[in-house]
């Protein structure tokens, strides 16, 4: 079974519309929660990241995320995309002191202009 | 700072050849990773280690070897290679809390 879940595959906007993409794990205890993105072309890159505090986390280019523990989810916000956030977005998880990151499937994301 | 770098970039390999990609890192991190991503897949991780002289297996482990002999450098090799192993491989190091990733590496194999 899937151990991170990112439930769109593919997500289509128009600039300025909001952005959100879910994540859910399915690990108990501690985890600290990531997403990546990947132009194309590119290789990973680190928008945001929450290993505890506040559960609401600011990250590059006007992301935001949100820690629900309750829920064991992480989504991925952005109030307002623009053609250049076009790209793929991972959600990641390592579970407590394993080191063992699990990235979900990817959420591909288009912004039309 | 070259950060991670993996070599080679692009590879084709026949069926049952075997070959090695090498990762190697500059900041003195402990923690390296080699994941393959295949479209529609995510990234999967195949080993990691967490030293010098350790390795442990990931969720796709089968069909290759590691090994992190300097604490800098994480080989991923295949004996054996088997057109299902066509992806691309991304390498990874750690501090423990950040992953930073290598550019990748295309392998095909035909």
């Known amino acids: 079974a899937q151990s991170v879940s990112q439930h769109n595959h593919h997500v289509i906007l128009s600039e300025a519309a909001s952005l959100e993409l879910g994540c859910n794990y399915s690990y108990g205890g501690t985890v600290n929660l990531f997403w990546y993105v990947q132009y194309p072309g590119q290789h990973l890159q680190l928008l945001l990241k929450y290993f505890s505090g506040d559960p609401l986390v600011k990250g590059i280019k006007g992301f935001e995320a949100e820690f629900i523990k309750s829920k064991f989810s992480f989504n991925l916000r952005k109030p307002s995309v623009q053609w250049s956030d076009t790209a793929e977005y991972f959600c990641?998880?390592?579970?407590?002191?394993?080191?063992?990151?699990?990235f979900g499937a990817g959420t591909r994301l288009t912004v039309k202009p | 700072n070259a950060g991670v770098t993996q070599t080679p970039k692009f590879r084709v390999l026949k069926t049952g050849q075997s070959m090695t990609l090498l990762c190697a890192q500059d900041?003195?991190?402990?923690?390296m990773y080699w994941y393959r991503q295949d479209p529609g897949m995510g990234l999967r991780l195949i080993h990691y280690s967490v030293g010098e002289g350790t390795t442990a297996k990931g969720e796709v482990p089968d069909g290759y070897n590691v090994s992190r002999l300097k604490k800098q450098n994480f080989l991923l090799g295949l004996e054996s290679a088997a057109p299902s192993q066509t992806s691309v491989y991304f390498c990874a190091s750690s501090t423990g809390n950040t992953i930073y990733f290598g550019e990748g590496s295309w392998l095909t194999v035909v």
């Open positions: 900041m003195n991190h402990e923690y």
């Open positions: 990641a998880v390592i579970k407590g002191n394993n080191n063992d990151m699990r």
